[in-house]
């Protein structure tokens, strides 16, 4: 076939033409056009990753849990120990050897797995692995943690609604592992919605829920340790060199603005300890410290910073700003007396961190093993007074020698005898 052949069949679409490529661009790799098509293939691996190891995550639990119902229901009808768990461990190593996940620890994990979320099913007596495992786990974001998040939250809870909780915050907040053990540590649980406040009268319900939601009572600063005596400044200035962690305690959405931020009402200055944003609410919040036990003047002042600050500082779109007020300690009714009249949101918490003596009074304080051996001491000597106590005949309670009395009590008696 000739080169006018070709010509007339590209011409009638037979056969394509070949492309010109003198005009070919030269390509760089600071083409901002390159950068931006690489930019959008990485994105597109990086989904495509995610999603194959949230397949794999979930398959991964799902299998979790059908080896502990095995496990457990073979155990409960063959009336084997928990030998049993031994030997299968050794045996599957064997036939899969490197297979991660078949250790005897974690087929006793996969065992405490099932019994501890077996009572999301239903009847009350549990049915056979193909019926019921999806429906136990798979509408309650337990398959969506990795083994390691779950393994923590099911030997750590104590009920499900507190399993439930954690695997909710997990998934909202992106805690690792680590941050989920320390939320444990602290019993997040238990403190979180528990600060006391006014935020059902002075917000909107949609608002007034998520605000009650983010405060907790106490808060817990573990990372500080403050050496006595101290200052609330001195407690301020350690949390901001902490801000992280701080954060981290305070919950997911705080954006820290500023530290003794500065206002001006009238012609006198005024400075709050620690004005935060917060995202979700959209809302300013002003955090003050207090290292004493509540009192409701506290109450007013920060009602006055918050008036302060919707007028200066808040935005026409932001949110009524919500003030936190943390104290070493409070009387929950007066807190609530405190808070009742009151027209801006406020919320009444504790805080608690580690105390740490000063060197020149630990020096002045016994040591553990000198009061140990001042106990051992008292207990001797507590001893031996007993066994002279015994020796004399002295009354334990009043310390008397009460020898002569029951003889002449005896002879008395005997003495009665004779005259019957």
């Known amino acids: 076939m000739n080169k006018k052949t070709l010509e007339n069949k590209a011409e009638m679409g037979g056969v394509r033409k070949p492309e010109d490529t003198s005009m070919e661009r030269e390509f760089s790799l600071e083409s901002s056009e390159y950068r931006e098509w690489l930019a959008d293939i990485k994105k597109r691996i990086s989904r495509a990753q995610v999603k194959v190891a949230s397949v794999a995550n979930k398959a991964l639990i799902h299998f979790y849990f059908e080896l502990g119902e095995m496990i457990f ?21 064997k036939e899969f050897p490197g297979l991660k996940g078949i250790s005897r620890s974690n087929l006793k994990y ?53 399993a439930m909780f954690y695997i909710n915050k997990t998934l909202e907040e992106g805690w690792s592992r680590d941050v989920l053990a320390l939320q444990f540590k602290s019993n997040f649980y238990f403190r979180a919605g528990k600060a ?46 902490h801000i992280t962690k701080f954060l981290l305690e305070l919950g997911k959405g705080f954006a820290f603005i500023g530290q003794q931020y500065h206002l001006v ?44 600050v919707d007028s200066l500082v808040k935005r026409a779109d932001d949110n009524p700003t919500i003030g936190l007020l943390l104290c070493r300690d409070k009387n929950n009714i007066e807190v609530e007396f405190a808070l009742r009249d009151l027209k801006k949101p406020l919320g009444v918490s504790e805080y608690n961190f580690t105390e740490i003596l000063p060197d020149e009074l630990k020096s002045a304080l016994p040591t553990v093993e000198e009061i140990e051996a001042d106990l051992h001491l008292l207990e001797a000597q507590a001893h031996e007074r007993r066994l002279i106590e015994d020796q004399l005949g002295i009354d334990e309670t009043d310390g008397t020698d009460t020898s002569g009395i029951h003889e002449r009590h005896e002879h008395k008696e005997s003495e009665g005898q004779d005259d019957e």
């Not at 797995?113 to 798979?138: D, H």
């Not at 002075?202 to 101290?230: E, G």
């Open 110 to 162: 996969c065992k405490r797995f099932f019994l501890f979320y077996g009572s999301l099913q239903e009847p009350q007596r549990l049915t056979p692995v193909e019926n019921n495992t999806w429906r136990a786990i798979g509408q309650q974001a337990v398959d969506q943690l990795p083994w390691g998040h779950n393994i923590l939250i099911f030997t750590k809870s104590k009920s499900l609604d507190e």
């Open 73 to 93: 229901r073979k155990q409960s009808e063959s009336k084997w120990g928990d030998g049993v768990i031994s030997q299968l461990s050794n045996d599957l190593q």
């Open 196 to 241: 006391i406040t006014n935020f059902s009268m002075t917000l909107p319900p949609p608002q007034s829920d998520l605000a009650q939601q983010i405060l907790k009572d106490p808060y817990t600063f573990d990372f500080l340790a403050m050496t006595v005596p101290y200052h609330e400044r001195d407690v301020e200035r350690e949390l901001i060199r």
């Open 265 to 308: 009402v009238g012609e006198t200055d005024y400075y709050i300890d620690l004005l935060f944003y917060h995202v979700a609410l959209k809302c300013y919040v002003v955090v003050e410290l207090k290292n004493k036990k509540f009192i409701p003047e506290y109450a007013g002042k920060l009602n006055f910073y918050l008036s302060a």
